[in-house]
């Protein structure tokens, strides 16, 4: 499985632009890159997963370069509710299993 | 339900007691995960079903774990002679997979478990 490195925490005020990035050097050819969304006292919960280029969906954009050895999670406009740990996952969809890491926490402050 | 049911939400109980938790996935859903997470870290991979078989159970750190599926539905995680290391929140997720593909992971609000 690929190895990743993302920020242990960011903080950020509301209304600005959160961009959390992701290294994942040893990406391999069939992974997928997915990230979750947790917070407190609740199950991680699914944002957004990319292949390559850019995805972006109602929360989220999903930002993955050519080279697809990092991946860049970008928030528009956040709010307090964003504050929680995020999580970068980078693996074979065909694996079944997920690995998550210690995420990032990200603090929006009013 | 909607979601991913999980009882109880806290269970506290004393070291050498055997405890079960219990997952009710979203209907339909194939897979079956459980999870366990502690204080300030990622969730850790147990296991997973898809329909009634354990599909990988390489997470499980001991023998004193096991989890069932019989009907391919509810799943039960079933801790034996439970130490105090075994505190955790216990989360259960479940998901659809097609052809092979594994789609998003739904996931309950867990099980709190406290062995005194």
């Known amino acids: 499985l690929a190895k990743t490195t993302q920020p242990i925490s960011m903080d950020s005020y509301e209304g600005q632009e959160v961009n959390i990035t992701c290294s994942h050097n040893n990406i391999a050819t069939n992974d997928y890159i997915t990230w979750y969304q947790q917070f407190p006292s609740q199950g991680p919960r699914f944002i957004i997963q990319?292949?390559?280029t850019k995805v972006t969906n109602e929360v989220a954009s999903l930002f993955i370069p050519a080279d697809r050895k990092s991946s860049t999670l970008s928030l528009p406009r956040v709010s307090l509710s964003d504050t929680a740990v995020y999580y970068c996952l980078v693996l074979p969809l065909t694996l079944g299993r997920l690995y998550f890491g210690r995420g990032t926490q990200l603090t929006v402050w009013p | 339900g909607a979601g991913v049911s999980q009882t109880p939400s806290n269970k506290v109980t004393e070291k050498g007691k055997y405890v079960e938790l219990r997952c009710d996935p979203i209907s339909g859903h194939t897979a079956l995960y459980w999870y366990r997470q502690s204080l300030g870290q990622g969730p850790e991979f147990l296991i997973y079903?898809?329909?009634?078989?354990?599909?990988?159970d390489s997470g499980l750190p001991n023998d004193r774990f096991f989890a069932v599926r019989p009907e391919g539905s509810v799943s039960t995680l079933k801790i034996q002679r439970t130490e105090r290391g075994d505190s955790a929140v216990y989360l259960c997720a479940s998901s659809l997979i097609k052809e092979g593909y594994t789609g998003e992971l739904f996931f309950g609000e867990g099980s709190r478990l406290t062995v005194l």
């Open positions: 990319g292949y390559k």
């Open positions: 079903f898809q329909g009634t078989g354990a599909a990988d």
